[in-house]
């Protein structure tokens, strides 16, 4: 019987008090990227999202230092979604008596990475692929549209 080595590791955030679409726009940017490219962009993007999604992504790439003793440079995040929690609701209290009713949205955040350095299909995948930079069939052409009696020339 062949055991199969563990290659995923998983940060699961739950009851993060915000909206599932508003932490989705940015999860949609981190998916599929590397884990220090993923830093860099949680960092620099405005979204209050960014701040429970960093801590998630931090914890998964600890987790998969700990559990796979696993680089963070071969880390890559393979899954990563958001669902809807439950709804926080309180009633505010108005004039004449009167309530507000007030809903907090929550969600839960699952980011799942992968260490493609013990993934033996990505590294077969990557390594068949051709480089782009040397097709030898390929060749400049420069246009120059001053000389060649291009649309400047007309008068």
Known sequence: MLKKKKTEVYALGQHISMSA????????QIRGRSYEETLIILELMPYR??????K??????????YNMSSNDA???ISKAEVNE????KKFKPRARGRSYPIKRPTCHIT????DISLD???VKINSLKKPRWKNKHTAMVYHDMYSSGGVWDKK
Do not use: H, Q, W
């Open 21 to 28: 679409d508003k932490a989705r726009r940015v999860i949609d």
């Open 111 to 114: 980011i799942v990475m992968k």
């Open 49 to 54: 999202a960014c701040y429970p999604i960093f």
């Open 74 to 76: 071969n880390l890559l």
């Open 85 to 88: 929690g439950t709804t926080i």
């Open 120 to 122: 033996d299909e990505y």
């Open 56 to 65: 998630l992504v931090y914890s998964a790439a600890a987790n998969a230092s």
